[in-house]
């Protein structure tokens, strides 16, 4: 089976600057399979809060992730510098697939890369919503 090429930063639409923390190396000395997905959700969630998507605490709706999925390709370990990328591929009647990839300092191609599946819900019941449509102009925007 061929793995397909990992992606470049020209794949993405939006990006987050994240600083690593020595609590992110593991026993190994390389940052912790598990940090990587808090870097990729504060981006997304980054993003959905500069597009008024997200107010913490007083949103009724919010996403909640269904579904994650992430590729190691390269080493990253704290110090190094990363900034996480992120794209939509799909944007679904209550769901939103995003698409991501962490970048190591100022390489230009990916040290991780996979998606992330949010649902939309209403936060009281947590019942699936549909996306209002101000809020798909915003994915459309890094689609």
Do not use: C
Request: a negative charge; aromatic letters at 12%; glycine letters at 6%.
């Amino acid at each position: 089976m061929t793995r397909p090429a990992p992606g470049t930063r020209a794949d993405y639409r939006y990006f987050q600057t994240i600083t690593t923390r020595w609590q992110d190396n593991d026993a190994f000395g390389h940052a912790s399979n598990v940090v990587y997905f808090s870097w990729i959700d504060t981006a997304v969630n980054n993003f959905l809060i500069e597009n008024g998507i997200l107010e913490i605490g007083t949103s009724e709706v919010v996403g909640v992730v269904a579904e994650a999925n992430l590729r190691y390709l390269r080493e990253i370990a704290y110090p190094d510098p990363i900034t996480v990328g992120v794209r939509v591929a799909r944007i679904g009647t209550s769901s939103v697939k995003y698409l991501s990839a962490v970048f190591r300092a100022d390489d230009d191609v990916a040290s991780a890369e996979g998606f992330f599946v949010h649902v939309y819900v209403h936060k009281a019941s947590m019942t699936p919503t549909a996306i209002p449509p101000a809020q798909k102009l915003a994915f459309q925007s890094i689609m």
